[in-house]
Each structure stands twice: as C-alpha cells, then as structure tokens.
C-alpha cells in the first residue's frame, strides 16, 4: 500500500500553527508552501495566506484571498443569522426573528432558504404584502425552483386572482418544466372556466410525470365537467393499463361508462372494484354499486349489497350510510316493519356514539309511529329524550309524544 493512503491529512490549527511560525521567522514562501499544500475552507486560512503573499509582495494573490476571507466570513454570518431566525420563529418571536432573517439576506443575497423562511413567517403572520416579496425574491434568486412559484400561484389562485396565477405559473413551467407547476396551472385554468387550457396543462403534467394518479384524476374530471365522456374515458382507460387493479380508478371507469350509456360495462367495472379491494375500499365500491343500481331502479340488487353492508362492516359511518340508503328503499316501498327490523339490530351495536344512537333511533320510532305500533315508538322516544343533547331532537321527541299520548288516550276513550 502506498505510503500516502497511510498519512492522514493534517489538522487545520497544525498547519495554521506551522505557516504562523515561519510567518513569525520571516520564512513568508515557507509559510505559503505550507498552507498551499493542504487546501481548507476557512477564514483563518484565507486569511494567513493573504497575510503570507502580501509579505512575499504578490498584491495580486494577497487580495485574492482577502476577498475569499470576506466572502467566507460573510457566508458564515448569514448562516448564523438564518439559523437563530429560524429559532426564533418556532418560538414564536416572530418579530426578533425577521430581524435576523432580514440581516442574513442583507449579508448574503443569494441564499433562497433566508427568502423560504422570510415567507414562511410572513404567511405565520398574515404578512402578505412581504410575502409576495420574498417569494418574488426567492424567483430572483431560485428562478429554476418550482416552489415559489407554486406558493405564488396557491395564493392568487385561493384569492380568485386567476390571470395573475396564471401569469406567475406559465412563467414557472416554461423556467423549471416541472409537472407540479404544469398541475397547478390546469387546476387555475379550470376553475377560471379555461376548459382547454386546463386540459392541455394537465396533459404536460401528466406527460413529465406519466404515473402520477393524482394530475390524472385531475385531468379526467375536467374533461367529465365539461362533458367530453369519451375523453375522460380515454385518460381513465389509459391509467387502467399503468394500475389494472386500483379500485379507484376502475370505479371512475365504471362512472364513466353509466355516464356513456353503457350500464353493462359500468356493472363490470364496479365488481372488479369489489374483486380488487377491501375493508373500506372494498366496501365503497359495493356503496358504489348499490347507487348504481338504485338509479336504475334495480332495488332489488341494491338491497342486497346494502343488506350485506350493513351485516358485515365495521365502521358505523359506512353501517349509518348503508341503513340510510335501505330505509330510502324501504320507505319508498312502503316496507316499514323492513325498516323497524334492520334499524334495531343496528340500535343493539356499543360503537354507536350518543348522537348517532338518536339520529338513527329517531328514524326507527317514527317508522313505529306510522306503522300504529304505538308503545314500541313511545318507548324508543323516551329512550332517545333521556339520551339527547341536542335541544332540536329533544323538541320533536316530545312534539311526537305527546301526539301519542292523545291519540292512545282518544282511543282508550272510544
């Protein structure tokens, strides 16, 4: 092995104290031959360096590495300054930190994280005038960076500022050809009514980015809202082919095709839904189904998925959900005792929180109510006016018994 794999490289103050011994012998070339042969990023090295030139004579070189010094020495302040910024601002000292902030754009320019944490605190303060500065600064600096381009664009878009976000967006993608700032222009594009704009900016989007779901997903919807089906369907059949089983994605096909006509095919692509997913998942696209087939009036089928829900999942929104779409059915049916039947079995589950026991209490009693069963309604109402917080609920509760309490009272009299 060579010897020189085997010399560690000597320490910064060694060789700073070697060059200031043959500086203070007056051995200047020793000392630069000394100092030139380990190179350090340092302002005590620049410094003794143009220390040792200036005594040999060589203005040029001395003041070069003045200049080195200074740069250095600057860079290091700026640094220190942004770091103890950035402190302040978690502490919330928001004003001591655009001090220091301030300062350490004032000593180095160029740095685009001092602009980063400038607009940072001024979105923290609601500083919006100073926001925009330092982004537009940031963009002077950083012109090739999507982001401040992207936070400009997010906050003329959100104040409905549409041709300015444009503006600031178009200049972002032509700059840095990125696909997030080709998204967001689309996503402006199509809430200012751009339909073709938007569609065109999202396909570049799509197009630097091919697998991104999401600028995907953006880019059919446009198309769907403004009713070009056969588009939309295209990009929806084109992501199937890169995510053959996301149920996502073929639940927007399966959209799609009811949209087109095609129920057949809206059918078979929401059991593939089904057949490609679970827990939750799987059971929003049986949601999905079920919808599909209440639209077209196949209650039948409906039912049975919701039945099938409401027996099977976990989740009580999902349970509350499904009961909700049966009672529609049974209700248009004129099913009560259907509706009474499902309604208690759910009432019987612990996960039910106070409030969703009422609402869906409620429900099952004034099926009750109709259906004459009158002390089955009074008890349940009773249960649901000692359980309530709510004064509305409470309100009714009491309308409807005291509205059983006449009618059985009238009764007992005949």
């Not at 330092?134 to 104040?159: C, D, I, Q």
């Not at 009672?327 to 049916?333: N, S």
């Not at 005792?337 to 079995?345: A, Q, R």
């Amino acid at each position: 092995m060579k010897k020189s794999f085997n010399t560690s490289r000597p320490s910064l103050e060694s060789v700073l104290d070697r060059a200031r011994s043959y500086i203070k012998a007056k051995n200047f070339k020793r000392a630069v031959e000394e100092l030139e042969r380990h190179k350090f990023h340092s302002v005590d090295y620049y410094l003794l360096l143009a220390e040792a030139y200036e005594a040999l004579g060589d203005s040029e070189k001395a003041e070069s590495y003045f200049e080195e010094a200074r740069f250095l020495d600057t860079e290091l302040r700026s640094k220190e300054l942004l770091e103890k910024g950035i402190t302040l601002a978690l502490m919330k000292n928001y004003r001591a930190a655009e001090k220091e902030l301030l300062e350490s754009a004032k000593l180095n320019p160029f740095n685009g994280e001092v602009y980063k944490e400038l607009y940072r605190l001024y979105r923290e303060t609601s500083n919006h005038k100073k926001m925009v500065e330092a982004l537009k600064n940031l963009m002077t600096v950083e012109p090739h960076s999507p982001f401040p381009y992207l936070e400009l664009g997010r906050y003329y878009y959100v104040r409905r500022r549409y041709s300015k976000a444009v503006d600031v967006l178009k200049q972002g993608a032509e700059i840095t050809g990125d696909a997030a700032v080709y998204f967001q222009l689309g996503k402006v594009f199509a809430e200012w009514g751009k339909t073709e704009e938007a569609v065109e900016a999202l396909k570049q989007a799509c197009m630097l980015d091919y697998k991104n779901l999401e600028y995907r997903h953006k880019l059919a919807e446009v198309l769907v809202n403004s009713e070009d089906y056969d588009r939309a369907l295209e990009v929806i059949l084109n992501t199937l082919n890169l995510y053959p089983d996301s149920p996502y994605v073929l639940q927007n096909a399966a959209a799609l095709y009811d949209l087109i006509g095609n129920e057949e095919l809206a059918e078979h692509y929401y059991r593939k839904a089904i057949a490609c997913s679970e827990g939750f998942v799987a059971e929003e696209s049986k949601k999905l189904l079920a919808e599909f087939f209440i639209e077209k009036g196949r209650y039948d089928q409906a039912e049975e998925i919701l039945r099938e829900i409401v027996e099977t999942t976990e989740n009580v929104w999902v349970l509350l959900d499904a009961f909700t779409e049966l009672a529609l059915i049974f209700v248009d049916q004129g099913r009560l005792s259907d509706l009474i039947e499902v309604g208690m079995k759910i009432l019987e589950s612990e996960e039910l929180s106070e409030e969703e026991f009422c609402e869906l209490a409620e429900v099952v009693a004034d099926a009750f109510f109709e259906e004459k069963r009158y002390k089955e309604a009074l008890e349940l109402y009773s249960t649901i006016l000692s359980t309530t917080t709510e004064q509305k609920v409470a309100d009714r509760v009491k309308e409807r018994i005291e509205e059983i309490k006449e009618i059985t009272s009238l009764e007992e009299m005949i």
